[in-house]
């Protein structure tokens, strides 16, 4: 029997743009073949083989190819870039080389496996990637406006949120001193803040629509801070929250536990590892941040209403901030807020503060 026509237990796919590695292995893990595929040629080659374990590195349209080996009857594990790197060694870098340490690592027993996305998934991603990218653009054309405006002589306060009224009455002030080609560049500038603006508000609104549709999105909004963007967003992100073992697993696929360097039986902690998801992370400290001013406000009286009794996640989060501060406990704070939303998600319950603070979400 041919290499070619030999159907392997295991394999190793280092995808590209054109040129795909496959590295072939049988039951007993041992290499037979490496051979090169090129894009047109991966699904027909697959196709005509038994269902076998394909390891691919979780990077660029590797969940496109995880779906369509998948619905070939084949059980395809994504897994982390690094993890097919510690088994390189000390080989120089090559397509072969690479399949063969993929191949490699599908098979060690403690490879994590990285959760194939569905497309639905994806799809709200691509709105969210389109949303940071128009948002981007949007403060670079205010930051540039700002700049002009500066350049003479007329300073404007930062933010966003001030923009518009004070672009608008510096220059009906000042229009007239402007010569033409500022006057057209300052005009332009603003149709494209508004037009960005717009586009904006519309993705906003979409992403309202989809979280009233979403059942789970509407008992993760039960939470004081989360509302319909972090909601979405944590559901798209995450999609089937069973994929972790617990909260803390959560917690770490969005880089909000602690690194750790510990030896001779001393640990020493460090700070948060900011690894996996940078959106979701930086939302759930905003969603932190959002929740303990408002803690702030209403200790004080500043929201009009009287001071109610705290419950259990405020007192914990008052008591934190007394030991270590503000800051880091908003970082803590966030990654309670995934570990809620984990139970919430995989478990499908509720949010209930009063023992959000013991670690669980519901009464």
């Known amino acids: 029997m041919s290499q070619k026509s030999y159907s392997p237990a295991f394999v190793g796919l280092d995808i590209a743009k054109n040129v795909f ?6 039951e007993k893990g041992k290499e037979f073949a490496n051979i090169k595929l090129t894009r047109s040629k991966v699904a027909d080659f697959f196709a005509n083989k038994k269902p076998c374990v ?7 349209t590797a969940h496109y190819w995880g779906r369509t080996l998948t619905a070939q009857g084949h059980t395809v594990k994504l897994i982390k870039p690094e993890r097919a790197k510690a088994f390189l060694g000390h080989h120089s870098k090559t397509d072969a080389a690479d399949a ?7 098979m060690h027993p403690n490879t994590k496996i990285v959760a194939m996305k569905s497309e639905e998934q994806q799809g709200m991603d691509f ?4 949303r940071d990218r128009l948002i981007v653009n949007r403060t670079e054309v205010v930051n540039q406006t700002r700049a002009i405006l500066a350049e003479l002589g007329l300073v404007m306060p930062k933010g966003i949120n001030h923009f518009e009224t004070d672009f608008k009455d510096l220059c009906a002030e000042h229009w007239d001193t402007f010569n033409a080609a ?16 717009e586009d904006i508000n519309k993705i906003d609104q979409q992403i309202i629509n989809m979280s009233k549709k979403s059942e789970v999105c509407q008992r993760l909004m039960e ?26 697993c959560m917690s770490a696929y969005f880089g909000l536990v602690p690194g750790e360097h510990s030896s001779g039986g001393k640990q020493h ?3 948060i590892t900011k690894r996996g998801n940078r959106r979701i992370r930086m939302l759930l400290v905003l969603a932190a941040n959002a929740f303990m001013c408002g803690l702030t406000r209403r200790k004080k009286g500043e929201d009009g209403q009287p001071l109610k009794k705290l419950n259990g996640l405020e007192i914990w989060v008052t008591r934190l901030m007394d030991k270590v501060g503000k800051f880091k406990a908003k970082v803590a704070l966030a990654n ?3 570990r809620i939303a984990w139970v919430i998600i995989a478990k499908g319950e509720h949010y209930n503060a009063t023992k959000a603070a013991a670690g669980t979400a519901t009464a």
């Open 21 to 26: 590695q496959a590295s072939l292995a049988n």
């Open 54 to 60: 394909i390891g691919i590195e979780a990077c660029a």
């Open 100 to 106: 063969r340490a993929i191949c490699e690592a599908v």
């Open 127 to 130: 709105m969210f990637a389109r």
């Open 182 to 197: 500022t006057q057209n560049t300052l005009t332009d500038n603003f149709s494209d803040y508004e037009r960005l603006s």
């Open 223 to 248: 939470m004081n801070g989360i509302g319909a963007l972090i909601a979405l967003a944590i559901v798209a992100a995450v999609g089937d929250a069973k994929q972790f073992k617990n909260g803390r």
């Open 269 to 271: 902690l460090l700070g």
């Open 336 to 338: 309670k807020f995934a």
